[in-house]
């Protein structure tokens, strides 16, 4: 088992190079079983959910090489059986249910898995999926969905806590193979969407209204080859930019889109943050003299639940009341508990986390439980005194590329080690 060694203190400096984006290559690879042509999808972050993607693809009978960040897959023959361990490791597996139906007509995809932060149910997927003619059935953890021919219609698919982002890109893939025209009514916005549609309509699908609620396919006869280069990684960006705040260190972010960040951007300059954007990079300043924040993680292009742990992390280093709720996943407060054994002083009530900002952490072993859980503890490690052990990182390793190197390079004293124990 793979642990994380950190020596807090040491305030990060330099540059930082954000990879793709986790949750765009996802969808975007799974897209590329709506042809049979070969499709090359570049700046492809190294990490376990896309090695998985890769595994889960060939399982269905394409051929895929994943080599220097660039993954290319012809879907030449392939069968619907989504293989049930592979898929059930990760929530973005749940992306070839559309395609599947799409090219095939049918599939049979087990239930997906990924970060327990709450029950995490596929009804608005299948919902969609209903609303295009499939007969969808679930039995002993499967999906079992068919249909002669999938028909567009329109559909509502907002659920209890507003738009679904895998669910509409979901629906969006099976839709662009539809016969007639798709209406998606409260569709996500995020910028994982909106790259996986400038991909779809590269391989010839004909979609409007991408970045807003409504969003209309015409379905096609036939999706075609091509070639994409995924949008950096927002939540890596936020992460790296809290990371330097925390440790009131000169961090430049480069190779992001500030313009997916707005809502953390406007957060961190009210947490009194030295952040500046300049083109694709974002650069933070030292010299912060923090301030409590209250905050509710939102859709896009509200504050992204994605970076709700990290600005946690952050607040536990500032004195001061703040006040953090998470409205779109019910159980997302993991990493309370475990930064509460490194010092930080949080109370749970219901949907909020109020933060009792300003104690000195001192470093102790924690346990990483979710991907965006795990980059709390890191960022809390770095700013306590002391080792902090950060055990089972392989949830971080599914969605950072490389983030021990990346730390390492800007100064901060962090190791991976192999350990004994579960
Ligand atoms: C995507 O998950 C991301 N994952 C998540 O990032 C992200 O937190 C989430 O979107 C919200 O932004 C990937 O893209 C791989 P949802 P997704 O469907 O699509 C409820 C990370 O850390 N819902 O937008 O699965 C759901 O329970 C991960 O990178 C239904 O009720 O999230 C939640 O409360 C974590 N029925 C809300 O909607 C459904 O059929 C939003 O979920 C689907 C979702």
Known sequence: MES??????????????????????????????????????????????????????????????????????????INGIGDYDLIRQMRGSICILGPLLGRLGKAKVSVPGGCVIGVRPIDLHLKGMRALGASIRTSQGYVHASATKLKGSEMFLGGRSGPTVLGTANVIMAATLSEGKTIIDSAACEPEVIDLCDFLKSMGAEISGVGSPTIRVNGVKKLKGATHTVIPDRIEAATFAIAAAAT????????????????????????????????????????????????????????PTDVQAQLMALMVRTPGISIITER??????????????????????????????????????????????????????????????????????????????????LGGKVRRVNVQGP
């Open 328 to 409: 779109i996943f019910e159980a997302r407060f993991a990493h309370v508990p475990e930064l509460g054994r490194l010092g930080a002083d949080i109370a749970i009530e219901g949907p909020s986390a109020i933060v009792k900002g300003g104690s000195s952490l001192s470093g102790a072993p924690v346990m990483a439980s979710d991907l965006r859980a795990s980059a709390a503890l890191v960022i809390a490690g770095l700013c306590a005194s002391g080792t902090t052990q950060i055990n089972r990182i392989y949830h971080l390793d599914r969605g950072y590329e490389k983030i021990d190197q990346k730390l390492e390079k």
């Open 248 to 303: 009131n260190g000169e961090v430049t972010i480069k190779n992001c889109r500030p313009d997916h960040l707005q809502a953390v951007i406007d957060k961190l300059w009210e947490a009194g943050v030295k952040i500046e954007k300049n083109g694709r990079n974002l650069t933070v300043k030292r010299g912060a003299r923090l301030k409590p924040v209250d905050v509710t993680t939102q859709p896009y292009s509200g504050f």
């Open 4 to 77: 994380l060694l950190i020596d807090g203190g040491t305030r990060l400096k330099g540059d930082v190079r954000i990879s793709g984006a986790k949750n765009a290559v996802l969808p975007i690879m799974a897209a590329t079983l709506l042809t049979r042509e070969k499709c090359t999808i570049k700046n492809v972050p190294e990490l376990r959910d896309v090695n998985t993607m890769v595994r889960i693809l060939r399982s269905l009978g394409a051929e895929v090489e994943f080599k220097r960040g660039t993954v290319t897959v012809k879907a030449d023959k």
